[in-house]
């Protein structure tokens, strides 16, 4: 804001508790262009939000309680260090997401 050199690394994030399920939005999954589903167990799910460079700018999932929880806060972290991941590993769904950050 004073035009020091930080740059921010929280974005928006959003959640709703929709009877038996939650839904659940991280980052600005507006600004994507392309987007790849990552199935997880019972039914839940997370669509990754990409932009026409393949970063990632945005999440959103939907599951039964705390299902996508956990996958939608390493998202959020990853969309703050704006990475450019791999699609395939953010299409698998047992793929450990917590790997990217260290990348």
């Known amino acids: 804001m004073l035009g020091g050199a930080r ?3 929280a974005g928006p994030w959003f959640w709703s508790d929709q009877f038996e399920l939650t839904l659940q939005i991280a980052g600005m999954p507006s600004l994507g262009t392309s987007v790849i589903k990552r199935t997880l167990k019972d039914g839940a799910f997370i669509l990754c939000h990409l932009d026409g460079n393949g970063k990632l700018v945005g999440a959103s999932g939907i599951g039964a309680g705390n299902t996508i929880a956990r996958d939608i806060r390493l998202l959020e972290m ?15 769904g047992g793929s450990q997401l917590k790997a990217l950050l260290k990348a």
Do not use: F, N, W, Y
């Not at 990853?78 to 698998?92: E, F, N, Q, S, V």
């Open 7 to 9: 740059v921010v690394e």
């Open 78 to 92: 990853l969309i703050g260090k704006r990475i450019t991941p791999d699609a395939a590993m953010l299409a698998d």
